[in-house]
């Protein structure tokens, strides 16, 4: 349980320095933060019941979700949110892992790797994409913004 909280610990403060790293204002910070640390948490606590690739599906799209969320009630862009969230799922050491194996000649290894990295990355942008199907008037509703004035 402590390794567990520790580890999402771990991904607000890498989130938070993230965000930090590429000028987010600093007013967003907490929730930028708070957004990273909950996409970890649900893929920690989907992982032991799933594979890794449903785990990050899902864990992306609690951050979109988030993130979208955050925006109407902060009104500011989306991005600020989604991009520094996403941190602590994106599959950086499978990345890492292909390139070492491609360079080093252990092309069965780079093959697998990288498949795999894919794989999880691909699961990333259909999350993405899912979560931006779901309409803008639901995120309104949820935090209470009200709706867009309708143009003349």
Do not use: N
């Not at 640390?37 to 785990?55: E, K, S």
């Amino acid at each position: 349980m402590l390794r567990f909280a520790c580890e999402v610990l771990a991904a607000g403060l890498g989130t938070l320095a993230f965000a930090v790293l590429f000028h987010v204002p600093g007013r967003y910070y907490l929730r930028c933060a708070l957004t990273g640390a909950a996409g970890w948490l649900v893929f920690l606590a989907l992982r032991p019941g799933l594979t890794a690739i449903p785990a990050t599906f899902f864990a992306t799209l609690a951050v979109v979700a988030l993130s979208r969320f955050s925006s109407v009630q902060r009104r500011c862009p989306v991005t600020i949110f989604l991009i520094s969230g996403i941190f602590p799922l994106v599959p950086g050491l499978g990345i890492y892992h292909t390139a070492y194996y491609t360079v080093t000649g252990d092309l069965a290894a780079a093959g697998s790797t990288g498949f795999f990295t894919i794989k999880t990355a691909a699961a990333m942008v259909l999350a993405i994409l899912l979560g931006f199907e779901l309409p803008a008037g639901l995120f309104r509703r949820l935090a209470g913004a009200p709706a867009p004035k309708p143009r003349v």
